[in-house]
């Protein structure tokens, strides 16, 4: 069992930034994919990006590349998030997950924090 500790969240005005952290409970050796992944109010929940643990190969969601920036720490222990120029329609709550398994769907997976709140405001 894995555990995912959010923080970072606030409110930042338009073209501003911030950074989201994600502590993992336990060593992370037996992850597949760690992700960021968002749900704004009445939508489903998207896809940010995230990083394959095996060898750190970074993805992310089109709308999301030049924008926002995903790494780790060098203990494979903690997942980064940062954000730049940042949108009302980024306006979210942002949830770190962690998978063992592959899946094709990068919106599966079996662990997940509590969530942490962005808003941007224009």
């Known amino acids: 069992q894995v555990q995912l500790v959010e923080s970072g969240g606030g409110v930042v005005q338009a073209g501003g930034s911030l950074r989201l952290s994600c502590t993992a409970s336990?060593?992370?050796?037996?992850?597949?994919?760690m992700a960021w992944l968002r749900q704004a109010p009445g939508k489903g929940r998207e896809y940010v990006a995230g990083?394959?643990?095996?060898?750190?190969?970074?993805n992310y969601a089109d709308s999301m590349k030049g924008r926002f920036s995903v790494f780790r720490d060098d203990d494979k222990t903690t997942l980064y998030l940062q954000m730049n120029s940042l949108k009302p329609e980024d306006t979210a709550v942002y949830y770190c997950?962690?998978?063992?398994?592959?899946?094709?769907?990068?919106?599966?997976?079996?662990?997940w924090g509590q969530g942490t709140q962005v808003t941007v405001s224009s």
């Open positions: 990083i394959w643990w095996s060898d750190a190969r970074t």
């Open positions: 997950a962690a998978r063992h398994t592959y899946y094709s769907d990068l919106t599966t997976y079996d662990y």
């Open positions: 336990r060593h992370t050796f037996s992850i597949d994919h």
